[in-house]
């Protein structure tokens, strides 16, 4: 069974600073990835995946993330964050057999201004 | 049309009353899902349909009842909840493993 590891439970930075949400997973074979953000009070939107083909994928709102298979690694990065990205990153993993994801328990990201 | 639409946004219950939520979509995703959420939490699924059919209940208890009348509409029927089961339910839709889930906004519940 898949699984996967958000070890920041809670992260801030600045306003115009870079970001960088990680991400670890467990799957004997190449995984689904996503990552999705919760605003507060809102619904999960899916800000990238990744299932194939070039490593770096390129996500909405500015986003970015890099699968690194040696590290089993899915980070997310953002090079100049604003206080509206301010919300819960949840990172997912998916096989190739069923439609369910494993969803981490999520990233809080703060901003200051 | 690139949306799911629930509703309603908020509902109050009491623990003997019988409500229902309501879950739209049009993208002719094939498979729609009901999760529930806490506060801080990750979002825990419930049910899964696929092609209309329920495919995945994730063993929860027979007070929460899904029902999905065609291809675009999942419902959820609610009868004498538990204050514990108060939270966040989200309904997301999919059209494949590798497309990801489009989710709803969300009903928050609260149950009195």
């Known amino acids: 069974a898949q699984s996967v590891t958000q070890p920041d439970i809670h992260i801030t930075v600045s306003e115009g600073a870079s970001l960088e949400l990680r991400c670890n997973y467990s799957y004997g074979a190449t995984p689904y990835l996503f990552w999705y953000v919760q605003s507060p009070g809102q619904g999960l939107q899916l800000l990238l995946k990744?299932?194939?083909?070039?490593?770096l994928v390129q996500g909405i709102k500015g986003f970015e993330a890099e699968f690194k298979r040696s590290q089993s690694s899915f980070n997310l990065r953002k090079p100049s964050v604003h206080w509206s990205d301010a919300a819960e990153y949840f990172c997912?993993?998916?096989?190739?057999?069923?439609?369910?994801?494993?969803f981490g328990r999520g990233t809080s990201l703060i901003v200051h201004p | 049309d690139t949306e799911v639409t629930q509703t309603p946004k908020h509902l109050v219950m009491g623990m003997t009353n019988k409500k229902s939520l309501k879950c739209e979509q049009h993208m002719g995703h094939r498979a729609m899902y009901w999760y529930k959420q806490k506060a801080k939490k990750p979002p825990e699924l419930m049910f899964v349909y696929s092609y209309e059919k329920l495919s995945i209940n994730e063993s929860v208890p027979s007070r929460f009842s899904p029902e999905c009348p065609n291809s675009s509409l999942l419902n959820l029927h609610l009868h004498a909840l538990q204050p514990e089961d108060s939270a966040l339910y989200l309904c997301a839709s999919s059209q494949g493993q590798h497309y990801g889930y489009t989710f709803g906004s969300g009903t928050r519940l609260t149950v009195v």
């Open positions: 990744y299932f194939s083909g070039d490593t």
């Open positions: 997912a993993v998916g096989d190739g057999g069923s439609y369910i994801p494993t």
